[in-house]
């Protein structure tokens, strides 16, 4: 079983060290996968200012155009009145002016912010007017300073009658419009910012960082071997893409993503700028999620492999208490077996020993009345035979007797076995009986010079039982008190205890050893001494005297101590 655990312990380990692992290169692969997704959405949404700047500029840059080509055969005086509806329905111009094709500014609208009679010669700002007229076709110049504050975009467009040249409309959109347009509240206060330069690096508009706008960022914002300088390189080369720097002055991580806007002639790059942290609060969200996830699939592998442990302890100690419980139950039965096979072997030796003894206790009187036979059969009728004729008459009928009482008392202790041994109760006067078997045992005390002492007190109980056999219970007492006595006497005392009959018969013989006492009254049991083989006897009597007593509801023991004498005491059921 330890070594079971051992197994689960082992291989929970080995699943959460895997499980660990894969979190850890899933950790890793989403936060790639979440800043990928993140610089993408950056770039998208750069991006879609990008659109929307170039259509805005599309748009007005368009409007221009239509106006030049519907204003190409009227008088430049004529044409300022087109003006005023495009300048009021369409946001973004800061002013639109009409320019002759000396250079001259001759209208515009507003007039207060259109540079009438200004010579674009004499202040030799004629490039984009020449380049217009030249190429015939539309010419958008960087960003300039205003007058009233702010840059402007200028667009040029030829106007053309046919091959003749009238001059250009000079249109100036406000980048301001541009950048609360498209640019401001393109991303969420707090959360980054945008840009946008021109094609030299110049700071179209920069949403955290005003003082920069019109201002070149490498060199004076930043260093040129900076990752932010790379990056606007890479915007001046118009590139898109993303990348990272480090803002010193927030001392944050920016993520820039930047993408071209195309207007015509001109390439400005249009960028956001977000913190990193941004990002990592996203991967970080998923990091807790994940780690959430292993936490949860950790602790079921845990309690998985806890509940299996529990759960083959439980089988391991329910088997423990089975063994445990069988093993006891087979100790049992085997010391029962044993028990029983002694008993058996006990059985099997009474068993030979009541063969032996039997055959024994059958043989001898037989031989001796064959002996006797043989004897009286060689006697004539002379008197001095008559003698020994007598004698071997008497052999034989004291052998026949001897034979008798040994066959009846197998017969009895085979009735008491079986439960076939019937009593015949009836009223008995308990003292008579005992008279009765004294009386007949007094010859045989008298030849021993052992007296028979009747110490019988009060009167005599009168009880329910079989005359005959209750003198046989105590002629067999009597008899065996005098079989294992050599003198003193024989004393019988009867009264009554507590409404029981009680009855001792004591000698002062040779006794009985304690561990004997209640042997005796098992059939065929003899104690083992001199004496018992030189009186004989079958070692019935007293299972049968057991037995009758029993059949009549009482009971009986011996006290002795040996070398004294010993004592049978008979109890009989309440007297009536
Ligand atoms: P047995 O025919 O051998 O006397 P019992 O059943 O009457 O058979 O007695 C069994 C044994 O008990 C006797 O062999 C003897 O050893 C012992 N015993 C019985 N009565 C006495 C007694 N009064 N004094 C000593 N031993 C006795």
Redo the contacts with the bound molecule.
């Keep these: 079983m330890p070594h079971k655990k051992r197994t689960i312990v082992a291989i929970t380990v080995l699943l959460i060290v895997v499980v660990v692992f894969l979190g850890y290169g899933a950790n890793r692969e989403v936060q790639k996968i979440v800043q990928q997704q993140f610089n993408e959405q950056q770039l998208l949404l750069t991006r879609q200012s990008a659109t929307g700047i170039e259509a805005f500029l599309e748009e007005k840059t368009v409007l221009i155009e239509v106006l030049a080509s519907d204003a190409s055969d009227e008088s430049p005086e004529d044409t300022t009145w087109r003006f005023i509806p495009i300048y009021y329905r369409s946001s973004g111009f800061y002013s639109i002016e009409f320019i002759n094709i000396t250079g001259v500014v001759v209208s515009g609208y507003p007039a207060e912010d259109a540079p009438i009679g200004l010579d674009l010669y004499a202040i030799n700002r004629s490039q984009a007017f020449d380049r217009a007229r030249d190429r015939r076709e539309t010419y958008i110049t960087d960003p300039v300073p205003l007058f009233g504050g702010g840059f402007g975009s200028a667009v040029w467009v030829p106007v053309y009658s046919g091959d003749e040249f009238k001059g250009v409309i000079l249109a100036i959109i406000r980048m301001s419009t541009l950048s609360d347009q498209f640019l401001v509240d393109a991303i969420p206060e707090g959360h980054g910012y945008m840009y946008m330069i021109d094609g030299s690096g110049r700071s179209l508009y920069d949403g955290v960082h005003e003082e920069m706008i019109g201002e070149q960022y490498i060199g004076s914002f930043f260093t040129n071997d900076s990752s932010y300088a790379d990056i606007l390189r890479d915007q001046m080369q118009e590139k898109e893409g993303t990348g990272y720097y480090f803002d010193k002055l927030t001392g944050k991580r920016q993520v820039v993503a930047y993408t071209p806007v195309v207007w015509r002639n001109r390439v400005w790059s249009v960028a956001t700028s977000v913190s990193s942290r941004e990002a990592e609060a996203l991967i970080h969200s998923v990091y807790r999620k994940q780690i959430l996830f292993i936490a949860i699939v950790v602790a079921i592998i845990l309690a998985g492999s806890g509940s299996i442990i529990l759960i083959f302890s439980g089988w391991n100690r329910e088997l423990e208490r089975e063994v445990q419980r069988k093993t006891g139950d087979l100790r049992r039965s085997n010391t029962e077996l044993e028990s029983a096979n002694a008993k058996l072997l006990e059985l099997d030796r009474m068993k030979s020993e009541f063969v032996s003894m039997v055959s024994h206790e059958l043989k001898t009187p037989v031989t001796s009345i064959k002996i006797s036979t043989d004897v009286l059969k060689s006697l004539s009728d002379s008197e001095e035979d008559a003698r020994t004729k007598e004698e071997m008459l008497q052999i034989i009928d004291r052998n026949t007797k001897r034979q008798e009482r040994l066959v009846s008392d197998l017969l009895d202790i085979s009735r008491i076995e079986t439960g076939n041994l019937k009593l015949t109760l009836e009223p008995v006067d308990l003292y008579d009986v005992i008279r009765e078997s004294a009386g007949s045992m007094r010859k045989i005390a008298d030849k021993k010079g052992i007296s028979i002492i009747m110490d019988l007190q009060g009167t005599s109980p009168q009880i329910a039982g079989d005359r005959d056999r209750l003198v046989q219970v105590f002629v ?1 007492l009597i008899g ?2 005098l ?2 006595t050599k003198e003193g006497d024989i004393r019988i005392r009867a009264r009554v205890v507590d409404r029981h009959p009680e009855i001792r018969v004591s ?1 002062t ?4 050893p304690p561990d004997e006492l209640d042997r ?1 009254f098992d059939k065929f ?3 083992d ?1 001199g004496l ?1 083989r030189e009186v004989g ?7 049968i005297c057991k037995g009758i007593i029993e059949g009549h509801g009482g009971s009986i023991r011996a006290e002795s101590e040996v070398g004294k004498g ?1 004592t049978f005491v008979v109890v009989l059921a309440r007297a009536a």
């Design positions: 067999n065996n008190a079989k294992f000698d013989g040779i006794g009985i005796i049991h003899q104690v001494s018992t006897g079958s070692g019935l009597g007293l299972a010993s």
